[in-house]
């Protein structure tokens, strides 16, 4: 079964509205982190944002926020006021066993978002 | 910049041959990390180090290996290479205090096998 998956292949977005890229991920272990990535088309990997299964509050980082929702196993990303510089693959995974030492990444086949002017 | 470096960025070579990706993590993270992307299996965790030592396996194939030497940086070994090894390599470092909410990648290694 996947782990992490990610249901939309790729979204096409005007400029300035908010997008939500969906997430939901399968895991058994309570102790778990959640990250989302941008992958531009120059194929470096950046950090967006982080959130941690023992997390009360969703994880908020600029324009980024994750919806974050346990019980249903989701982590959606959402960016506001989307930008034509957004347009790259955004890539969901998760680490599980916080408290060992895995600290291997599972990801999503990832979204590929496009901004249009 | 994520202050991890690998070199070289692209890398063509034929079937069968031996590469050697290179990996230096940022500075005063003792833990790196391998990951393979291709169109076909996305992106796969393969290996990770920590302060020298081997740490965890993925999906790493016995024709690929790897080592983090004394001064943390590492290298991933790829030998009898096949076309279906045409990826982009991705190292990763964090300084795994258990508090770790990011990994900071390098900017890959494109792998062309012809």
């Known amino acids: 079964a996947q782990k992490i998956t990610q249901t939309q292949p790729g979204m096409f977005v005007q400029e300035k509205e908010a997008v939500t890229l969906d997430c939901t991920y399968d895991?058994?272990?309570?102790?778990?982190?959640l990250f989302w990535y941008k992958q531009p088309s120059s194929g470096e990997m950046i950090f967006l944002i982080y959130?941690?299964?023992?997390d009360q509050q969703n994880a908020t980082e600029g324009r980024y926020s994750l919806n974050f929702q346990k019980a249903r196993k989701s982590a959606n990303l959402v960016i506001s006021a989307s930008q034509l510089g957004d347009s790259a693959m955004y890539f969901c995974?998760?680490?599980?066993?916080?408290?060992?030492?895995?600290?291997?990444?599972?990801w999503g086949a990832g979204t590929k978002l496009i901004i249009k002017p | 910049d994520s202050g991890v470096t690998q070199t070289p960025k692209h890398l063509i070579t034929a079937t069968g041959q031996r590469v050697t990706l290179r990996c230096s993590p940022r500075?005063?993270?003792?833990?790196v990390y391998w990951y393979q992307q291709s169109l076909d299996q996305g992106l796969q965790f393969l290996i990770q180090?920590?302060?020298?030592?081997?740490?965890a396996k993925g999906n790493i194939l016995e024709r690929f290996s790897a080592q983090q030497f004394p001064d943390l940086h590492s290298e991933l070994n790829l030998s009898s290479l096949e076309l279906g090894d045409s990826a982009l390599y991705f190292c990763?470092?964090?300084?795994?205090?258990?508090?770790?909410?990011?990994?900071?990648f390098g900017q890959g290694t494109r792998l062309t096998v012809v």
């Open positions: 990763a470092s964090s300084p795994m205090t258990g508090e770790d909410t990011e990994a900071f």
């Open positions: 500075s005063g993270d003792l833990s």
């Open positions: 180090y920590y302060n020298g030592e081997e740490r």
């Open positions: 895991t058994s272990d309570p102790s778990y982190g």
């Open positions: 959130q941690g299964s023992y």
């Open positions: 995974a998760m680490r599980e066993g916080l408290m060992d030492s895995n600290y291997q990444l599972i």
